[in-house]
Each structure stands twice: as structure tokens, then as C-alpha cells.
């Protein structure tokens, strides 16, 4: 962090965000120097960079450090008021225990409906309504990725081309398949995975499977319940009939063209925005993430509940921390005891590992001032909005409900958008702070900054900025509205998200917690 040599001519700026809170995060670009005086009279004793803390008031050692009304960590040593409330001086709380949680006992009540939204959607037989028209071609093994991405390189350029209603072509492949424990207890994670993901809405329902043959993951598998279509929509390249790779790639093309053709008919109809089944997550989050975007986010899935459609939140260890507040806002018991069941499953795995929730934080989140993952947590936990919480599924199930449904996935960017995109997600929307290039191609993915210096610098690669939250220049309403309205447009198809204006798509990432043999 260079310290400015002059200080910054801006009016000196910082947001408390709960009148409980003795620290407050400092606004300004490049943060404020030595001497600083804030309007109401606060004084920098220190350099203190942007989103990064100032004690509000003495803070003796030992004392809590508080934020968002919550106790994010105890002074390691005196804070005088005016300090930098930088990582090393502050130690981190115990995790709230998952015993004598309070369940369902704050249950938010039905907010009002918001009648007359609507998106053009592409409506399957299944009932599910997709927001892309892609043909994917699902892999049971990763022995036939290199196979395939020969296929799907003439199939892009000779196939597509004939096809000006389908979107994409995409391979989902993945290093699962064989040389693994396929009856682990754990594998049901990355099997149910690939076999959501072969149904997702965006697809069409025209299901293509490459398999190789002799792998542990039988194709059949794959196939969705209650179809028999082994014979025409799985292809296995140890096939005795396919006697040269040119045949492989020739038979490929040609299962490609056959469901091109049926994908090509898709036509987008008009859809209430009840059928938006909206992923949220973030990535490469700063301290403003909590104030700025996250809120935003919240706001926009107020508005999605209310319109019908579904919301889910993810990323275990960032919602850890945040339990106690989250339980109580459950819909029933059921749900408040589903929800701690997935945490504790996680506490578990991450034992396994030798680690525990900490592990999440980065050099980049702590760079931007977040001292620990207490502080990401209720920063990230705000993007859950207010809505009652109605459904938690396990990692990759499919959607069962509306409302806002925690579908408890890993944090880690790639692997959290896969299990959503598995879970059914036909809008992402993705927010961050210290910036990342995300993208995926089978759904679209909005992208929100939470500061105006990264929208500004990164113009072409965010599609709102919630930095003006910060600044005062927009409310977490008014940031909110634009979301819900984007997410409206970019299902339809009427506007690109920047991701998709560069072709921008990073290769799924399965989670698969069972052995590799
Ligand atoms: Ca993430």
C-alpha cells in the first residue's frame, strides 16, 4: 500500500454502518493520510488506506471490535480513537456454535408481491425456463476432453455458423470419471453435479453425452431420469464401429448437427420473472463489498422474492460466521436445522483438511481491509437480503422451491458457479472489490463493483456499480432496482452482459470432497 505523498483535495469520508459499531471504514480513494480531520471532528492519528478501519473511540486491549453491529474481532492492543484498525492488531472471535441456536424464531414475514415483471425466456418441456439457447455436450470421463475440444472447435466454426438461434456450444468437461472412489460416500456430490448440470434449462433439454468406455462413471448415468435414449445420446469412443479418430470426431459432428437443428426452433416467450432462478455470489471481495454491493444484491433479492423467482446464496465459509443471525430467519425449524446441517458438514470437512473457516480469507480480501473472515462473513451474508429463508440444498441438488434458498456450496469462485449452475441457475450475478475477470458461458453473468474505482478502471468488464453507494451518489434502493432490472433484461436476451460482449468464460471446476484413487 504506497502512502500519497499530498492528501487527496475530496471531502475526507467514512461509513459506520450500525450505531453500535466502533470502527468505521474509510471511503476516499487511496485512504487518508496522518492529521486527516473528518466533518464531525474525528482525527487520523495514522495513514489509514481505503476500506480499511478507524476506531471511532478508544478501544482498551482486549476489548471487542465491533462492525455491523457484531463483534468482528478483540484488540490485540489500545486502539486510541482515530487508529488503523489493521490486521495484526485484532484477534479473531471463536466461530457462534451450532448448538442452542435459535431456529426459525425470527421468521421474516411475507413481504408484499411485485406483480407485472416479466422476461422473454425459453420454455422447456420440463417446466424450467432457460435465458440462453446452447447446445451442451456433457463428458462422463475426462479421458475424451481432448477428443471433444477437436470436435467442438469445427463444430463452433462449420455447425454453428448454419445455426443463428443457438447461442453456444459447450463442452462440460471436468476431471472426474474414472480413477476415483465412485461409490465414496462424498461422490455424490460431483455425480449429482454432472447429472443437474446435463439438465440445465439453458440447454433445452437436447441431452449428448461422449464417453469413452471403460470408466468407472457409466454414461448412462448422465441421462436424465426416466429417459432411454442410451443409443442415440451417448457415444463412446471405444465404440468397435469407429475405426479411426476421424470417425470419432465425424459421429460427434454429426449427434451435434441432429440436436443444433431441434435447438434452432427454440423461440423466447414471455415468462413471469417467477421463473428466474438467480445464483449470487462474490469474489475477490473488500471491505466495501459488505457496505456497498452485498447490500445491493440483498435488496435486488427482496425484489426477486417478492416477484416469485428463486435466490439462492451459497459460499459456507462466508456465511459461517453469520449463522446465529441466519437460523432465526428461517421459514420453519426444518430449514434452520437443514441449514446448520450443511455448516456442520462443512466444519467436518474442512477438520478433515486440517483447517477451519479462516483458510477462506486472501492476502487480496485482507488488502482491502477485511481483517478476517468474521468481518467477510457478515459482509458477504448481507447479499441474503431480508427475505425469510425458505430451502437449503445440499452441494449441486436442483432447485425444489422458490424464495431465497441457501445452496450451501464452497466459496471458491469456479466451484461455487458450477454447483449453481447445477442447482439450475439461469441468471448469475457476481460482485467484487478488489476485481476478477468471471465469466461463464451457459448462463449470463452480471457483474457489480463495489467501489467506483474498480467500475472505472475495469469499464468494460462491470456491468453496474455499486461504488456509488460508498460516495452517496446512489442509494442501496436505487442500486438494488438496477439490478432487478438488468437481471430482467439480460434473461431476455435484450442486453449483453460484459462477460458475453468478450466471450469471457473461465472452464467449469467440479467439487468432488470423496478419495481419488
Ligand atoms: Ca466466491
Not at 464531525?40 to 471490535?65: F, N
Not at 487480496?364 to 448481507?382: D, F, R, T, Y
Not at 471458491?412 to 458450477?418: A, L, N, R
Not at 476485481?435 to 458461458?441: I, R
Request: net charge negative; glycine share 8%.
Amino acid at each position: 500500500m504506497t502512502i500519497p505523498v499530498k492528501p487527496p483535495a475530496e471531502t475526507p469520508r467514512y461509513i459506520r454502518l450500525n450505531a453500535a459499531d466502533n470502527v468505521a471504514i474509510i471511503v476516499n480513494a487511496f485512504g487518508m493520510p496522518t492529521g486527516t480531520t473528518f466533518p464531525d471532528g474525528l482525527t487520523l492519528r495514522e495513514y489509514v488506506p481505503q476500506g480499511h478501519k478507524v476506531s471511532l473511540t478508544d478501544i482498551a486491549q482486549d476489548q471487542p471490535i465491533i462492525r455491523y453491529g457484531e463483534v468482528i474481532g478483540y484488540a490485540l492492543e489500545a486502539l486510541p480513537v482515530g487508529s488503523w484498525v489493521e490486521e495484526s492488531r485484532v484477534r479473531m472471535p471463536e466461530p457462534p456454535s451450532l448448538e442452542g441456536l435459535d431456529l426459525a424464531t425470527r421468521t421474516p414475514p411475507t413481504m408484499p408481491p411485485l406483480e407485472g415483471f416479466t422476461f422473454e425466456g425459453f420454455r422447456n418441456k420440463d417446466g424450467s425456463v432457460g435465458t440462453k439457447n446452447i447446445l451442451a455436450i456433457s463428458t462422463s470421463v475426462q479421458c475424451v476432453a481432448g477428443t471433444l475440444e477437436i470436435a467442438l472447435k469445427r463444430i463452433k466454426d462449420e455447425l454453428l455458423p448454419k445455426y443463428p438461434n443457438v447461442d453456444d456450444v459447450v463442452a462440460l468437461t471436468h476431471v472426474y470419471g474414472c480413477g476415483v472412489a465412485i461409490s465414496a460416500p462424498k461422490s455424490e456430490i460431483p455425480i449429482r453435479t454432472l447429472q443437474n448440470l446435463a439438465k440445465h434449462p439453458n440447454y433445452g433439454g437436447e441431452v449428448m453425452i461422449i464417453s469413452l468406455g471403460c470408466e468407472k462413471l457409466r454414461p448412462e448415468r448422465l441421462l436424465p431420469n426416466g429417459t432411454d435414449s442410451a443409443q442415440t445420446d451417448i457415444m463412446s469412443l471405444q465404440d468397435e464401429t469407429l475405426t479411426s479418430f476421424g470417425a470419432m470426431i465425424e459421429l460427434i459432428m454429426q449427434m451435434a448437427d441432429d440436436r443444433l437443428k431441434i435447438l434452432n426452433a427454440r423461440k423466447r416467450e414471455t415468462c413471469p420473472a417467477s421463473e428466474l432462478v438467480v445464483g449470487m455470489q462474490c469474489g475477490g471481495s473488500d471491505a466495501f463489498s459488505g457496505v456497498t454491493a452485498n447490500p445491493a444484491l440483498g435488496f435486488a433479492s427482496d425484489l426477486l422474492v417478492r416477484a416469485g423467482a428463486t435466490v439462492m446464496f451459497s459460499e459456507v465459509t462466508e456465511v459461517r460466521d453469520a449463522i446465529h443471525l441466519l437460523t432465526p430467519r428461517a421459514a420453519n425449524e426444518q430449514v434452520a436445522r437443514d441449514l446448520i446441517r450443511e455448516i456442520k458438514w462443512y466444519d467436518d470437512y474442512l477438520d478433515q483438511g486440517g483447517v477451519d473457516r479462516s483458510a477462506n480469507t486472501t492476502p487480496g480480501n485482507k488488502k482491502g481491509g477485511l481483517n478476517n473472515i468474521v468481518e467477510k462473513a457478515l459482509g458477504s451474508s448481507a447479499k441474503s437480503g431480508s427475505a425469510a429463508i425458505s430451502g437449503v440444498l445440499s452441494p449441486g441438488e436442483r432447485v425444489r422451491e422458490k424464495g431465497l434458498i441457501f445452496a450451501a456450496t464452497p466459496a471458491s469462485d469456479f466451484v461455487c458457479g458450477t454447483l449453481q449452475l447445477a442447482s439450475g441457475m439461469n441468471v448469475h450475478i457476481f460482485t467484487t472489490g478488489r476485481g476478477t475477470p468471471y465469466g461463464l458461458s451457459s448462463v449470463p453473468v452480471i457483474k457489480v463493483a463495489t467501489r467506483n474505482e474498480l467500475a472505472q478502471r475495469w469499464a468494460d468488464l462491470i456491468d453496474v456499480n455499486a461504488g456509488t453507494i460508498a460516495t452517496g451518489d446512489a442509494t442501496i434502493e436505487d442500486v438494488g432496482w438496477e439490478v432487478f432490472r438488468l437481471i430482467l433484461d439480460v434473461a431476455s436476451g435484450k442486453k449483453k452482459t460484459c462477460t458475453d460482449k468478450w466471450g469471457l468464460y473461465n472452464a467449469l471446476a467440479l467439487f468432488n470432497p470423496a478419495p481419488i484413487t
